[in-house]
């Protein structure tokens, strides 16, 4: 059978008795087949894992990489500003991943999932760009670092101009524009309102409000 009609398979191979817990990292906005950008492979990756006899799957769809904002210093420096594609007001999941990795550690040593579960991870609250500019620029001392909402083509031009390939510019595009105000890059839980004081994020478990930060969410389909 050729390449081009072969659809590559996992497997997994031991006893049949032993089965296998996975913690798997994942991104919000992986619940969706489309619009969503580079997080569609995420998709994927979910939906043939989680199909694989005889492992468990706890999915860890993280939120937007705080780490992220370190792209920007250049800019920040030699222009005293951060741009970017997203509304200035828009609520956005942030998480470290300092974090993410602890989190998922300590599901790996500790955690009892069965089939296939997923956590969201986040801070504390949401955070718009506008309020983390305005954070960065309180502890560097910039008052006159500014955020600065780019257009989509403007947004793309940058990615090229920086290296990125085509194909990779157009997704992260997609992300940017229509992903974000269409409800495609989603989470099943939004954050509500919580102090946010710390400069790491606080991760807590969105299937449940009343739920402790650390609770087990409930299982749920991807």
């Given at each position: 059978?050729?390449?081009?009609?072969?659809?590559?398979?996992?497997?997994?191979?031991?006893?049949?008795?032993?089965?296998?817990?996975?913690?798997?990292?994942?991104?919000?906005?992986?619940?969706?087949?489309e619009g969503t950008g580079p997080v569609k492979g995420l998709h994927r990756f979910e939906q043939r894992l989680s199909a694989v006899p005889g492992v468990d799957t706890l999915w860890l769809r993280a939120g937007y990489f705080m780490e992220n904002?370190?792209?920007?210093?250049?800019?920040?420096?030699?222009?005293?500003?951060?741009?970017a594609p997203f509304d200035p007001d828009l609520p956005l999941p942030f998480v470290s991943t300092p974090d993410i990795g602890a989190r998922a550690g300590d599901e790996l040593a500790t955690g009892t999932w069965h089939g296939t579960e997923i956590l969201e991870l986040q801070g504390g609250r949401d955070v718009s760009m506008r309020e983390a500019v305005g954070v960065i620029a309180k502890a560097v001392g910039a008052?006159?670092?500014?955020?600065?909402?780019?257009?989509?083509?403007?947004?793309?031009?940058?990615?090229?101009?920086?290296?990125?390939?085509?194909?990779?510019?157009?997704?992260?595009?997609?992300?940017?524009?229509?992903?974000?105000?269409?409800?495609?890059?989603?989470?099943r839980y939004p954050a509500p309102p919580a102090p946010c004081d710390d400069s790491r994020s606080v991760i807590r478990s969105?299937?449940?409000?009343?739920?402790?930060?650390?609770?087990?969410?409930?299982?749920?389909?991807?």
């Open positions: 059978m050729s390449a081009a009609t072969t659809t590559p398979t996992i497997t997994v191979h031991d006893a049949p008795s032993r089965r296998w817990d996975l913690v798997g990292r994942s991104s919000w906005g992986a619940g969706h087949a904002l370190l792209s920007h210093v250049h800019n920040a420096a030699t222009h005293h500003r951060i741009s008052d006159d670092l500014t955020y600065e909402q780019s257009g989509i083509a403007d947004f793309h031009a940058e990615l090229r101009d920086s290296g990125v390939s085509a194909d990779v510019a157009d997704m992260m595009a997609e992300v940017g524009g229509t992903g974000t105000t269409s409800g495609a890059v989603d989470r969105n299937s449940s409000f009343s739920g402790s930060p650390m609770s087990r969410p409930n299982s749920v389909s991807p």
